[in-house]
C-alpha cells in the first residue's frame, strides 16, 4: 500500500499568498481528516468528510482556510491568503468509514508563512 | 466534548527500562476506541496500539502494552525494554463509535531514551 501521500512536503510562501496542499487518501478509505500541528496548539482537527462531504469544519480557523474533496481520491487543502501564523505541519488522515478504527496519517506539509 | 488530556509534557528513560506515559479522557459514551500513536522525529503520525471499551483485556503488541481502566477513564501505554528508537512524541488519542468519526487527540508527551 501506498500510504496516505501528501504535496508537497515542504512550502515555503510569503505572506498574502495563496497555498494549496495536497492529498491522496489510501485507497479504499472514504473519510478523511486535515490536521494542523504546532508547538502551541498541538494537533487540531480542520476539518474531515465522508464519501467527500465535509461533514464537521469547525475546526477551520477562518475563512481563508477552505478544504474540498472532489473525488474518492484527492483532497485539497487552500489558505487564501496565507498568514506567518499559519506556518505548521498540515497533516491528512485517512479512514474506512464503517469499519476501520483507526486514521492512517500522511507525511505531513512543513508550511511555512515569510 | 471529548476531551483527552496528557499530563506529562516530558518523560525520559533509560535504555532497557521501563516507562509508562499517562492519559486519561472525558466522555459520556459508553463504547469507544482509544488509541496511542508515535511521532518520531520524521513527523510521521504512527499508530502503536488501540484499544477498544468494550474489551476488559488490555491491549499488548510485543514491547507495548496499555493499562486500561474504564472506570476511571485512564489508558496509559507502557513501554517495556525500551530501545534508542522508542524517542518521540506519543499521542493518546479517543474515538467514540457511535458520534461519527472526529477523533480527540491530547497534547502529547515527548519521550527521550538515554543510552
Known amino acids: 500500500d501506498a500510504g496516505v501521500i501528501q504535496s508537497p512536503r515542504h512550502e515555503v510562501t510569503e505572506m498574502g499568498q495563496e497555498v494549496t496542499l495536497r492529498c491522496k487518501p489510501i485507497s479504499g478509505h472514504n473519510s478523511l481528516f486535515w490536521y494542523r500541528q504546532t508547538m502551541m496548539r498541538g494537533l487540531e482537527l480542520l476539518i474531515y468528510?465522508?464519501?467527500?462531504?465535509?461533514?464537521?469544519d469547525s475546526g477551520m480557523p477562518e475563512d481563508r482556510f477552505s478544504a474540498k474533496m472532489p473525488n474518492a481520491s484527492f483532497s485539497t487543502l487552500k489558505i487564501q491568503p496565507s498568514e506567518p501564523r499559519d506556518s505548521a505541519v498540515y497533516f491528512c488522515?485517512?479512514?474506512?468509514?464503517?469499519?476501520?478504527?483507526?486514521?492512517?496519517f500522511g507525511p505531513g506539509t512543513r508550511l511555512t508563512v515569510l | 466534548a471529548q476531551t483527552v488530556t496528557q499530563s506529562q509534557p516530558e518523560m525520559s528513560v533509560q535504555e532497557a527500562e521501563t516507562v509508562t506515559l499517562s492519559c486519561t479522557y472525558d466522555t459520556s459514551e459508553s463504547d469507544y476506541y482509544l488509541f496511542w500513536y508515535k511521532q518520531p522525529p520524521s513527523r510521521q503520525m504512527i499508530l502503536v496500539i488501540r484499544q477498544e471499551a468494550y474489551k476488559q483485556q488490555n491491549a499488548t503488541e510485543n514491547r507495548f502494552s496499555v493499562n486500561f481502566q474504564k472506570a476511571a477513564k485512564s489508558f496509559s501505554l507502557k513501554i517495556s525494554d525500551s530501545q534508542l528508537g522508542d524517542a518521540a512524541m506519543y499521542f493518546c488519542?479517543?474515538?467514540?463509535?457511535?458520534?461519527?468519526?472526529?477523533?480527540?487527540f491530547g497534547t502529547g508527551t515527548s519521550l527521550t531514551v538515554i543510552p
Open positions: 488519542a479517543y474515538r467514540g463509535a457511535n458520534t461519527g468519526n472526529q477523533f480527540y
Open positions: 488522515a485517512s479512514k474506512r468509514q464503517l469499519t476501520g478504527n483507526e486514521q492512517f
Open positions: 468528510f465522508n464519501n467527500n462531504v465535509p461533514i464537521d
